[in-house]
Every structure is written in C-alpha cells, then in structure tokens.
C-alpha cells in the first residue's frame, strides 16, 4: 500500500532540498499541505498536481 502523505523531511529527500528550503515551501500559498496538531503533511498526490502546475509556469 502505498502512503498517501508525506512529511516535510520526505519532501526534503524526494526534491533534493534542504530541510529549511522544504519549510519555506510549505508554507507558501498554493502550496498543498494538511496540518495535523503541530504536524505537516504532504498529500503525495497534491504535491504531484502542485508540481506539474508550478513547473509549467517556468
């Protein structure tokens, strides 16, 4: 089964970015992210459709 969200230190990994730089996006508008407590999450599949959207607009 696959995991259908992500923590910051994954984005972090998967991008290439540093810890600080994936906080920056996080908190960025348009960004997808889910706010558990004091928990970030990244649904996998948002992230996906941010990414393809952002990386057209370049």
Do not use: C, D
């Amino acid at each position: 089964m696959e995991k259908t969200t992500m923590s910051v230190q994954e984005l972090s990994a998967q991008m290439g970015i540093s810890l600080p730089k994936a906080y920056e996006l996080v908190k960025k508008p348009g960004f997808p992210v889910i706010r558990v407590g004091t928990r970030i999450l990244i649904p996998v599949e948002g992230f996906k459709e941010w990414l393809v959207i952002n990386s057209a607009h370049e």
